[in-house]
């Protein structure tokens, strides 16, 4: 009898009759299978199972308190990680009905007692071969999957980088210290992490933020960092920032992209509908951008500006307090109070 190449191969035998257990063990041994144990009772088949990790099982059908039968119902669901347990029942019950319900049960194959020793051993060696490949496609597939990660992490960091320089881009046009957008990018995300949205979705919008004002890189020095206060036509021309940064943005294929132009183009829609560009109002606003919005103006309020100076904290927390309803979202609002981002830095 050809041996497969599976070191030690190990065989766990549940049948309640000694007899039949020492049958089997004899004829594994014959087959050169030195790692074999037994059970005489589905409940001590059960925990073999779970601390043996058997590569094949030889099961009765018919035993006291547990059968087969419940031993297969239980043993099926708790497989993981995709290897292939062959069960190979062996029994003297011959009638087309246990055959059936065994064989739906999940029994890999389905032989008769007493049963030809040349015929067992042929079916433990085939089943035990598949047992074998499947092992190695199983660790294949992880090694696949681990190196996947990889590839995809080693993506997603040069694409942060590629978002972080950008965002930098349109910051240091008046932020020379180019900390606003980290600034709002974090409020943004413990705002989110208090409206109670997904851990993926806090991630995104605390990276799509940073690019909420990338549209400034279209916007003249001359109206961008003027000291004084700018005219109709100054404040006409600094409010296109919302549609340049969408449209830097437009047709991006990932969802941080997606999520970054919807920010650039909404962070200055008002909750009441008097904002721009387009005066959208309530729900028509997305949530990231209406999050965005409070913790974008909180740090313009106590950040040093060529034309104005530095508010103090409690100054901007109650600005940002009486635009609720207003300005802001007031469920957004109370989130923003709620996790003293304003602390933050």
Known sequence: MTKINMVHPRVLIVDDEPANIAFLR??????????????????????????????????????????????????????????????????????????????ELGASDFLTKPGDATEILLRVRNFLTMRQWSKELNDRNEHLEERVRARTDELEKSHMDIVTRLARAGE?????????????????????QELGLSSFTVGLIRSAALLHDIGKIGVPDSILLKPGKLTVEERTEMQKHCQFGASILAEGKTPLLQMAERIAACHH????????????????????????????VFDALTSERPYKAAWNTEMARIEIQAQAGRQFDPIVVEAFLSTKSFDLF
């Open 172 to 192: 240091y046009r008046d932020d020379d210290t180019g900390q606003h957008t980290k600034r709002v990018g974090e409020m943004s995300a413990r705002i989110a």
């Open 26 to 103: 004899r004829l594994m041994d014959i087959g050169g299978y030195d790692d074999v144990r037994s059970a005489s009772t589905g409940k001590e088949a059960l925990l073999l199972a779970a601390s043996y990790d058997p590569d094949i099982i030889i099961l009765d059908l018919q035993m006291p308190d547990m059968d087969g039968y419940e031993v297969l119902r239980v043993i099926r669901p708790m497989q993981i990680g995709g290897v292939y347990l062959p069960i190979l029942v062996f029994t003297a019950d011959a009638t087309h009905s246990a055959r059936k319900t065994a064989l």
């Open 269 to 296: 829609e008002r909750f009441d509908g008097t904002g721009y560009p387009n005066r959208l109002s309530g729900d028509q606003i997305p949530v990231e951008a209406r999050i965005v919005a409070v913790a974008d």
